[in-house]
């Protein structure tokens, strides 16, 4: 039971800590070029919680792409930029690689991924740095976000005193 309460109150910590950090890097609701995460929150917390995802990982969607369909430098594709790898190993089965870019099965395939880190790592934070540098590279490069080269805007909210 206290650990249920201790893990809820980190989780609102590290959703506070976003919601601060979107401010930090310029990011608001108000923003006319958020309105399409407005427009999309409730179908993506809806997926994620189908998948048994907290609704709080609607911000990495935030952070990752401003809710915009793009493709990254690095190839991460989608509202949860999703790399292609990643992409076919965690896409639902009615899911092809042409709909890597929908809301639906990229949401889908993030939020399989964020179970699978959740997996390997016990603490939300840590599971938000996997997601974002990877699982494989945070274990080989260390923890520090600079050393895993993490966007500001992720760095803001990582960064943020969530620990035991």
Known sequence: MVDDICNRLRLL????VVIASLVVCSYSFADSKLDKCLQYREQIISILEQEGVSSDYFYLAVCESRCKIKTSSKGA?????VTEYTYR????DD???KDIDGIRCNTTAAARYIKHLQKRFSKMYMVIKAYNRGGTNLLRK???PEA??????VMNY???KVTD
């Open 158 to 160: 990582v960064n943020a």
């Open 77 to 81: 594709r989608g509202f949860f930029q």
């Open 148 to 153: 895993e080269g993490l966007s500001r805007c």
């Open 89 to 92: 190993q965690f896409k639902s």
């Open 13 to 16: 910590l590290l959703v506070s």
């Open 142 to 144: 260390g923890s520090t």
């Open 95 to 97: 899911c092809s690689m």
